[in-house]
Structures are given as structure tokens and as C-alpha cells.
């Protein structure tokens, strides 16, 4: 596959920056102090930016992609920038929702630029390209630990933020070209979940087991940094273990599915990763064991992330943009609620029964799938 001179650049500095920055910011957090109900707010504000997707897609109807991401992108490394100052609980979590207020146009508008440019081949170049995010931030996560250890999270911010700021650069002078047309007409999120019960089923699915898996981040810094008093080297190691676990499970996967039918097998092996994670961190809390945590939760993060692209770009009846801008808005919903909520649960209950819940809506979702999911996959 042969890339564009600087293209692949790009989503390298995105995983450098993730590496750098995004991976640690509940750990710093807590170790700031936060309540569980700040924390909470940090995990959900990745979410943000899914829900502003209508707000991205109005702008490029009236701008240039390129233009539009590269500016939303240099926004938020000056935001990076004045977060690396925050000192205190309460403005560091509002600094870092409005960072990922446009930090999100990432996730909305960086397919549609690479379909701009590459076209028929486009699918096979964001999962190329996500493999350089992936490996990148697999390489400088361990690196930002130490560092952070040592110098404080102000100096990888500021490395964070410059690497933004190339990535910017690159996407604005990136040449894009006319888009074949689609024989398949546009879609609202709307219309699909009415007219299709089949997909209808599957949104359903997915926001109890996401609504699960979300409520557990705000537990998992608790339980690294409060209950093992991991250094940030430590918890490094547990991210980079994580990513690498993904990459290598999102190589096996293309090789193991042949057909459609075969994600359902996929999407239930991940499910079940997930739920021995959370029991890994809820009831045997040492470090060992949160390294084989780890390399379940990059498993089940994979199984999940390669089924909705998978189902998105193989169903006939809908164009993959608009799957994909039904999937983004529905993790943005459950993102902002189920972090909170798994918040609240901590503060009144503790880690150990969010944890216990978190899983069992997790299973919750698994069986519902196992029931009534295969008819799914009759597309």
C-alpha cells in the first residue's frame, strides 16, 4: 500500500500525543486530588466531541475538511498547553473537557479527510494508518510515564501540544481529490435505527455493554494510583501493555473473520475480555494481575472497535459514513451518563461494587447478544 509523502506523519502525532497526554489525565487527576465525580467528568469528556458531530459536518459543508480539522486541532494544543498549568482539581477537569471539545473533530472528520484523499482505498488506509496511532502511542506511553515521574506532566504536555501542532500542518497542506459518488443515499441517525429493527437491536446492545464499560473508568485510576500507589511508570507499562494487546488482536482478527456472520463470534469473545478485566481489577488488585487485566481489555477493545467496522463497511443498505456517524453518536451519549453514574457509584457504594455492577451489565449486554443477536448479521 503506498502512502501520500507526509500522510502516514499524522496519525503518528496523534498516538505521541495520546502517549503523552490524554493517557494519564484521570491518573493526574487523582493524583491532584479529584473526587471520584471529576474524575468521572474527565472520562466522559472524550465523548464531547462524538456528540458535536453534527456541529463538524455543518462546518465542512461550508469549509474545507482539511481546514476545518486543522483548526479545531491547533485549538486544542493551545488548550494542551494551558491545561500543562492546571494545578488544582476542578480547573484541570474543565480545561481538559474543553480540549477534548475539539480534540473530537479527530475522531468525526479524520475519515472523511482520508476518504478525500484516497478514495476507493480509503477504508484500508485509516486501518493502516490507526495500526501507526496505535504502535506510536504503544512506544512513547512507557517513555511518558517515566518522564512524567521525573519532570512533571507539564513538560510531555508541552510535548504533546507541538506534536499537535505538526500534525495540524500536515493536514492542512494534505491534497485531497473529488470523491466518487455514492449510488447509496444519505442517511440521518434517525432514520436508520427507525427503519431497521436489525440495527435498532444492535444500538441497544451496544449501549448496555458500552454503558457498562464506561461506568469503569473512573474506578480504574482509583485502583492504580489510591489502592497500589503505582508510579507513573508503572501505569505506563499497564497502557502500553493495553495498546499492544489491541495491535496485535486487530492483526488477528482479519485473519480469523472470513464472513460477516463470524463478527458475531468476535464481538462475544470481546465482551467476555472485558468482564474478566473488570473482575481482575475488582477483586485481585495487584500488579501482576493488572498487567494480565490489560491484556484483556486491549483484546476486548479490539474485538469491539473491528466489529462496528467491519459491520459498517460490509452492510449494503447503508453508506459506512453514516453507520460510523450513528456508531460516534451513541458513544457519545453513553460516554457523557455512564462515567458519572459509575462516579456516584464509587462515592456512595466504593470500587469494588462499581466494578461488580460495571460487570454485570457487561454480561447483561453478552446475553442479550447471544440471544438475540445473530439476526443481526442477516444483511
Given at each position: 500500500m503506498t502512502f501520500k509523502r507526509?500522510?502516514?506523519?499524522?496519525?503518528i502525532d496523534i498516538g505521541l500525543t495520546q502517549g503523552l497526554s490524554s493517557a494519564f489525565f484521570t491518573v493526574i487527576a487523582t493524583r491532584l486530588g479529584?473526587?471520584?465525580?471529576?474524575?468521572?467528568?474527565?472520562?466522559?469528556?472524550?465523548?464531547?466531541?462524538?456528540?458535536?458531530?453534527?456541529?463538524?459536518?455543518f462546518l465542512t459543508q461550508r469549509h474545507e475538511i482539511k481546514k476545518v480539522l486543522a483548526m479545531a486541532i491547533f485549538l486544542a494544543s493551545a488548550v494542551l498547553v494551558v491545561v500543562s498549568f492546571m494545578r488544582t482539581p476542578l480547573l484541570f477537569t474543565l480545561a481538559i473537557v474543553v480540549y477534548f471539545v475539539?480534540?473530537?473533530?479527530?475522531?468525526?472528520?479524520?475519515?472523511?479527510?482520508?476518504?478525500?484523499?484516497?478514495?476507493?482505498?480509503?477504508?484500508?488506509?485509516?486501518?493502516?494508518?490507526?495500526q501507526f496511532r496505535s504502535i506510536a502511542y504503544t512506544l512513547v506511553v512507557i517513555f511518558s510515564g517515566?518522564?512524567?515521574?521525573?519532570?512533571?506532566?507539564?513538560?510531555?504536555?508541552?510535548?504533546?501540544?507541538?506534536?499537535?501542532?505538526?500534525?495540524?500542518?500536515?493536514?492542512?497542506?494534505?491534497?485531497?481529490?473529488?470523491?466518487?459518488?455514492?449510488?447509496?443515499?444519505?442517511?440521518?441517525?434517525i432514520s436508520i435505527i427507525k427503519a431497521d429493527p436489525h440495527i435498532r437491536k444492535?444500538?441497544?446492545?451496544?449501549?448496555?455493554?458500552?454503558?457498562?464499560?464506561?461506568?469503569?473508568?473512573?474506578?480504574?485510576?482509583?485502583?492504580?494510583?489510591?489502592?497500589?500507589?503505582?508510579?507513573?511508570?508503572?501505569?505506563?507499562?499497564?497502557?502500553?501493555?493495553?495498546?499492544?494487546?489491541y495491535i496485535i488482536a486487530m492483526e488477528v482478527w482479519p485473519r480469523v473473520v472470513r464472513n460477516v456472520t463470524a463478527l458475531y463470534v468476535t464481538f462475544s469473545v470481546g465482551l467476555a475480555a472485558i468482564a474478566v478485566m473488570a473482575l481482575l481489577y475488582g477483586f485481585f488488585p495487584t500488579y501482576a494481575l493488572l498487567i494480565v487485566a490489560n491484556v484483556f481489555c486491549g483484546i476486548g477493545g479490539s474485538s469491539i472497535s473491528f466489529f462496528w467496522q467491519t459491520f459498517s463497511i460490509s452492510h449494503p443498505d447503508y453508506r459506512t459514513e453514516d453507520l460510523s456517524s450513528l456508531h460516534l453518536f451513541t458513544c457519545g451519549v453513553r460516554g457523557v451518563y455512564a462515567p458519572l453514574l459509575g462516579a456516584l457509584?464509587?462515592?456512595?457504594?466504593?470500587?469494588?461494587?462499581?466494578?461488580?455492577?460495571?460487570?454485570?451489565?457487561?454480561?447483561?449486554?453478552?446475553?442479550?447478544?447471544?440471544?438475540?443477536?445473530k439476526d443481526v448479521f442477516l444483511v
Open positions: 507526509y500522510d502516514p506523519v499524522v496519525p479529584a473526587v471520584p465525580l471529576l474524575v468521572g467528568i474527565i472520562a466522559s469528556s472524550p465523548y464531547v466531541g462524538n456528540l458535536l458531530a453534527p456541529l463538524w459536518s475539539f480534540f473530537g473533530a479527530w475522531d468525526v472528520l479524520y475519515p472523511a479527510l482520508i476518504d478525500s484523499i484516497y478514495s476507493e482505498v480509503a477504508v484500508s488506509v485509516v486501518a493502516r494508518f490507526d517515566y518522564v512524567m515521574g521525573l519532570c512533571g506532566y507539564a513538560t510531555t504536555f508541552a510535548l504533546a501540544a507541538t506534536s499537535l501542532i505538526l500534525s495540524g500542518v500536515v493536514i492542512l497542506h494534505s491534497k485531497t481529490e473529488a470523491a466518487p459518488s455514492d449510488d447509496l443515499e444519505k442517511a440521518t441517525i444492535l444500538v441497544l446492545i451496544f449501549m448496555v455493554t458500552g454503558t457498562g464499560m464506561l461506568m469503569m473508568l473512573p474506578a480504574i485510576p482509583v485502583v492504580e494510583v489510591k489502592t497500589l500507589k503505582l508510579s507513573d511508570a508503572n501505569i505506563g507499562i499497564l497502557l502500553a501493555v493495553n495498546s499492544l494487546a457509584i464509587i462515592a456512595l457504594l466504593g470500587v469494588k461494587m462499581n466494578f461488580v455492577l460495571s460487570t454485570a451489565i457487561v454480561l447483561i449486554g453478552l446475553l442479550l447478544f447471544l440471544i438475540k443477536g
